[in-house]
Nanobody, 125 residues
Framework: QVQVVESGGGLVQAGGSLTLSCAASARTFESAMGWFRQTPGRERKFVASINWSGESTTYADSVKGRFTISRDNAKNTVTLQMNSLKLDDTAVYYC???????????????????WGQGTQVSVSS
């Protein structure tokens, strides 16, 4: 069974930094990965995506220049480095994995088959 597990959430002050990690299932081969986030009562929104090789990334406009997604395929991990955090970044962050051999980035939830349970990020003033 494919599993995706996030870690690294927590409480941080505005302007600070936080790093989220995602451990992806080794049973899914050559797939793109993504991060999404959701606040209570609102739909889940795209944050960032990275292709299989790690050479191509896409970001939501709201996080461009502040967040960086990267991956280590040898360890089956994806990292989201979040800098200059704002109050609006408060959300539950979800890591997601596309099916095997879907190697390109995507900002659409429906393109991801496997999801983690989420990790809370809270930014305080």
């Amino acid at each position: 069974q494919v599993q995706v597990v996030e870690s690294g959430g927590g409480l941080v002050q505005a302007g600070g930094s936080l790093t989220l990690s995602c451990a992806a299932s080794a049973r899914t081969f050559e797939s793109a990965m993504g991060w999404f986030r959701q606040t209570p009562g609102r739909e889940r929104k795209f944050v960032a995506s990275i292709n299989w090789s790690g050479e191509s990334t896409t970001y939501a406009d709201s996080v461009k220049g502040r967040f960086t997604i990267s991956r280590d395929n040898a360890k089956n991990t994806v990292t989201l480095q979040m800098n200059s955090l704002k109050l609006d970044d408060t959300a539950v962050y979800y890591c997601a994995q596309r099916p095997s051999f879907f190697t390109e980035t995507s900002n659409r939830q429906g393109d991801y088959n496997y999801w983690g349970q989420g990790t809370q990020v809270s930014v305080s003033s």
